[in-house]
């Protein structure tokens, strides 16, 4: 018998945190006007739930409460090499439920470039890996088709629709509620 080969004792262990194309990484507070900035384009906040445009001392309120919350899970997302995307998130994570509900958006540049699906693909893995999470679901307007074609990559299913939702750009629009279970989850 020979020796043992102490070079396995050093092989790369794989990040939950990173995918094929992004990592996931906590917000700094250097990151909030990059976040201020790329969130507030109208063609990034027009598919989401909140109010903005939001002064940098508003987005940096947010950030404080969400750094201390215990039901949330906030991100960057970057490139491998360490280039800002975006930002994603699990939220109302339900420790009896073992669910969450997850939210995420790209800095327009980065859109149609696998990034966001990469991104949620990652998150979702890591919520059910190394939260034990069974259950994801998100809200995804009807005018949003992009990221819905992104949520059903990783193999989020229709779950029900939230009529006359949003009223988006002069006109009501429908919210689309989707789920994932965790042995839904398409690996790419």
Request: aromatic share 10%.
């Amino acid at each position: 018998m020979g020796k043992p080969d102490h070079h396995d004792d050093f092989k790369r262990v794989d990040s939950p945190f990173e995918g094929r194309l992004i990592r996931l990484r906590a917000m700094e507070e250097d990151d909030l006007p990059r976040i201020n900035a790329g969130i507030w384009d109208p063609e990034v906040s027009q598919y989401l739930s909140v109010a903005w445009p939001e002064p940098l001392a508003g987005t940096r309120e947010w950030w404080e409460r969400s750094r201390t919350s215990d039901r949330d899970a906030g991100f960057v997302i970057e490139t491998l090499s360490g280039e800002f995307l975006g930002g994603c998130g699990l939220h109302q994570v339900s420790a009896r439920n073992r669910s969450a509900v997850l939210g995420i958006w790209l800095a327009k540049p980065h859109w149609e470039k696998g990034y966001g699906s990469d991104a949620v693909r990652t998150l979702c893995r890591f919520a059910f890996r190394e939260m034990n999470l069974q259950r994801i679901e998100l809200g995804v307007l009807e005018t949003n088709p992009r990221g819905r074609r992104a949520y059903e990559k990783v193999g989020f299913k229709e779950e029900g629709r939230l009529r006359r939702f949003m009223f988006v750009d002069g006109r009501h629009v429908d919210m689309i509620l989707m789920g994932l279970l965790a042995e839904d989850l398409i690996e790419d």
